[in-house]
Every structure is written in structure tokens, then in C-alpha cells.
């Protein structure tokens, strides 16, 4: 069976699914348009699949931001697969790679994709650089906890940035869930620590944590998440039970370099890939996969609340190769028929 049927029969008869891969269909819509375009260009001047074709595929996945050993393994593992498998044909090979790059995403260690919600009060607590969406992604993780049923609180603990508090605040109302707040300029985790009391009291299901994101002065915020960790975990055991990692598609490697400085400060449970729909560069999930070894568990993939989806490797690769999947398909069904 091929990938787009393998996919296909996972989603028939499941609106919820079949929506959440139209998602990452119109989501990923600038990578596939430079991606599928060029894999095309590939296909429609190599009939044959040698080591030529190889060669300029190479070129393709790392100008998408796939990562270098992600690359080299998946070319080495397709040389092994076309061999395998006899194929001849560069008409066949998307449905190989699409395969490949699931495979080569989910090997290595297990990891959870899904959140980590206790059994009672569970906390979130959500890191990363100003400017790459944290605080609107608070409010669409808020809203899609509510939507199944969750209460939720939010904690306003970035209080350096102008306006973080505010933009915060606006969410809350917007999802309809209240946000413990200080002063501009309190201590961090002096919010922290009214935030868990508060939840505790009301009794809420999820507590979810701004934090403040300067990296210019990294020592200064090392401390600043120890000590929230700190104040956090000393009030609920065990706690935060989810330290994600928002990082900005659109900035490529320099997201990587973020990512390596908050995995030293603090221990990321999960990431989450915004503005991914504003990317050329979507390659870039299989590079963090590859490279840092923590799961991505959401992705922006627009503007809407409900754009934020939680992480699926076959979705997102179908995302990346859907066009030429569908007619790879097609031609797949039509020689069937002969």
C-alpha cells in the first residue's frame, strides 16, 4: 500500500482527522510550492533513478532546511530502498521518500508526542526568545485545552517585556480563562507562585506559564527559569510537567541555535514549531527531530485558533508532498486499471 493510501485509510470516516490533515496540507502550502515544483523539475528530467537524480534531490531537501544528516541518511537509505524495491521509475520514488522521512523521524529514542497531563492539576510551562509567537500560542493551546473540556488558567510571568502582560491578558479574555498577573517589572516567580495557588484553590485542570525570553543576557535567564522551575515544582511535586519550546519556522538555523540555548537552561519536554505555514523551509521539523532529539508536539499552521495542531510525522510529511503524492496515486490507480 502506498504512503497517500497507508494515510488515507488512517483518516476515512474520521471528520476530525481528515480536517487536521487538510491543515497540513494548506499549512505547509509555500514549502510544497518550491518543494514539489523542483521534485517535479526533478522527476521530469531524470526518467531514470540514478545517482545524477540523487545528487540534485540532495540539493533540494537541504535547500527546504532538512538538515545535512537527516539528508545524507535519507539518500543512503532511498539508494538502499530503489535497489530493494527495483524501482526504476522517478514517477515512484515520492511515495518511497515520504516513507523514508516518517521512518527516519520516529527512529531513535521513543518519544511522546502527545502532552503530558497529570491526573490533576497539570502545568505547562512555555519558554523561548520575544517575537516568536509564545504568547498567542498560550492562548491556542488555552483554547483547544477548553474546547476538550479543560479548565485552564494562565500565569503572566513574562514581566520585563512592554506589553507581554497586556497581549496576555487579551487572550485570556478572548478565550474566555483568567490570567494571574503582577505588576510590570514583579518577579517572576512571585507570579509563579500566586499562579499555583490560584490554580490549586479553584481547582483548574491545566495552569499554563508565560516567561520572559531575553536571550541577550543569557545567564541573567537561566537563573530566571530555575528558579520559576524551582517555586513551580516545590509547591506540586513533579512539576511543570511540560516545558515547551516555542520557536519561529521562518528563522531556520537560527531557531536551531535557540533551541540548543534553552535545552542548556532548562529541560524542554516538547517544541513547538509556529509560523510554520510562513515558511519555504518546513524541512526544518526533521532537522530539530534530528539534531536535538525533542519532540516537536505542536505546530502553527495559520492564524485561526484551531490552526494550532498537534504534531502528526505522516501528516506533515504528506503536507510537504502532497501534490505529487495525489498524483503519484492517480498514475498508481490508472495502471492498476490497465
Known sequence: MSFFKRLKSRFTGNEEAEQSTEKYKEGLTKTRTGFTSKINDLVARYRKVDE?????????????????ETVMELIDQLRYEVQRQNVKDTSQILSVISEKLVEIYESGEEQMHELQLDNELSVILFVGVNGVGKTTTIGKLAHRLKSEGKTVLLAAGDTFRAGAIEQLDVWGQRVGVDVIKQSAGSDPA?????????????????????????????????????????VISREIPGAPHEVLLALDATTGQNAMIQAQTFKEATNVTGIVLTKLDGTAKGGI??????????????????????????????KYVYGL?????????KKEDEEADK
Open 285 to 314: 521539523v526533521l532537522a530539530i527531530r534530528r539534531k536535538l532529539d525533542i519532540p516537536v508536539k505542536f505546530v502553527g499552521l495559520g492564524e485561526q485558533m484551531e490552526d494550532l495542531q498537534p504534531f502528526d510525522p505522516e
Open 52 to 68: 545524477d537524480f540523487f545528487e540534485e534531490l540532495e540539493e533540494v531537501l537541504l535547500q527546504a532546511d532538512v538538515g545535512f
Open 190 to 230: 512571585a507570579v509563579m507562585y500566586d499562579a499555583v495557588r490560584a490554580a490549586k484553590s479553584r481547582g483548574v485542570d491545566v495552569l499554563i506559564c508565560d516567561t520572559a525570553g531575553r536571550l541577550q543576557n543569557k545567564v541573567n535567564l537561566m537563573s530566571e527559569l530555575e528558579k520559576v522551575h524551582r
Open 321 to 329: 508532498f502532497a501534490d505529487g503524492l495525489l498524483l503519484e496515486d
